[in-house]
């Protein structure tokens, strides 16, 4: 053994050792904060540009969207929803007409929740679109639900009303009735579940056709 | 000579020391997100990063770095390098981080990296501690690469999401559910050990050559 071995060896003071361990927190600390601040607004906007591009997705000749507030029994444009309450956005065409809602729905899947977003038209009684956007189901099985096209194209004209049943694939034949998908029947069925419950807890909370909530300009700057 | 060092540090982690195929390191990343090419190389690089920056911390620190409480400021160390590759990869490839999900906070509990630490970095001046980890961490990324291509083109009939075969492929579902990562290491760790196996014999048979000939 070294000289220099042998000195380090001898114990240090347990001060030089709550010291050592209380600078390094507090300068990893310090990094920690700094990348937070640093990518913090680029994530928030990814966020946004996520959220609005998949509400574009489920409701086709929209292009411009609010969020609407449920609160004391009516939508609210142009308010900060505090935390739980309950959102949907509201879809709009370049002259500013109301064209649909685009409700968030999230229930257990296979694996995980599964968290979606469909289109709504509300005039017309028709699920119009619908777009996962978590989900952790199988990687090669569940995961059809959103990558297996024929599926996500099934709920572009699809009646609500009673409710959504999937049945065996090429049996579907009335306006509510949709394909499951084969070898991933317990994710499509949640899915299908999950749209029918948001619908429900939906229905009397939006107000009847032709009294929907306008469009505020000033939510629609970037 | 100082080169040809710093070159057998780098390259003993790519091959003859390989952290996954040899020391069997790193299990958990390995066999959890290597179900295709692309999330294997977003994993690799992530692992990249923090071995080759905490490598190159705990080597300059390590004349301040007290023994008693080395382990300590290794994960510190460790875990603010995962934190910044955290942030980094959410703000920049939203998608990737998705899918990789848990595993990225779990880099801090990949013991390959604590090895290297510990093993390593800790006793060695920091340029050959810095090669060591790119050696190392490119062994890593080299075989979780090779498992999440094997697994995508078995398993999904395409590697890097462009399709390989024709319709008609019908793609070995299993090797991209969790058994596929198990079946895939398993025969490429019987490959490697054959193949040392091999080449053991081999110099064996030189050495007893030479032997007779003299």
Known sequence: ?222 | MKRNEAYNEFVKGIWRDNPVFVQVLGMCPMLAVTNSAINAIAMGMATFFVLVGSSFLVSSLRQWIPKQVRISCFIIIIATFVTVADYTLLALVPAVHKELGAFIPLIVANCMILGRQEAFASRYPAKLAVMDAIGMAGGFMLALFSLGAIREILGDGALFGVRLFGADFEPWVIMILPPGGFLTLGVILLFFNWFRQKKDEFLDDVAEAQRGSD
């Open chain 1, 1 to 222: 053994m070294s000289a220099t071995t042998r000195k380090n060896a001898a114990a240090p003071s347990s001060l030089r050792l709550v010291l050592t361990l209380a600078v390094a927190g507090l300068i990893s600390g310090v990094a920690i904060i700094g990348i937070y601040e640093a990518t913090l607004p680029t994530i928030t906007t990814n966020k946004a540009h996520e959220l609005q591009a998949a509400v574009l997705k489920v409701l086709p000749g929209v292009s411009r969207m609010q969020a609407l507030v449920f609160r004391d029994g009516e939508l609210l444009a142009n308010t900060e929803p505090a935390k739980d309450e309950p959102v949907v956005y509201g879809g709009y065409d370049d002259g500013g007409t109301f064209v649909g809602y685009a409700i968030p729905g999230a229930g257990p899947g296979f694996q995980d929740t599964i968290g979606l977003l469909y289109g709504y038209a509300p005039d017309r009684n028709l699920v119009v679109g619908m777009e996962i956007l978590e989900s952790r189901e199988t990687p090669g099985l569940g995961d059809k639900i959103y990558k297996d096209a024929e599926w996500v194209a099934g709920f572009e004209a699809l009646a609500v009303e009673p409710e959504i049943v999937a049945v065996k694939k090429g049996t579907s034949a009335a306006d509510n009735e949709i394909d499951a998908i084969t070898g991933a029947t317990i994710s499509a069925k949640a899915v299908v579940r999950i749209i029918n419950e948001t619908h429900v807890a939906w229905q009397d909370r939006l107000p009847p056709p032709g009294a929907e909530p306008e469009l505020v300009e000033a939510e629609d700057a970037p």
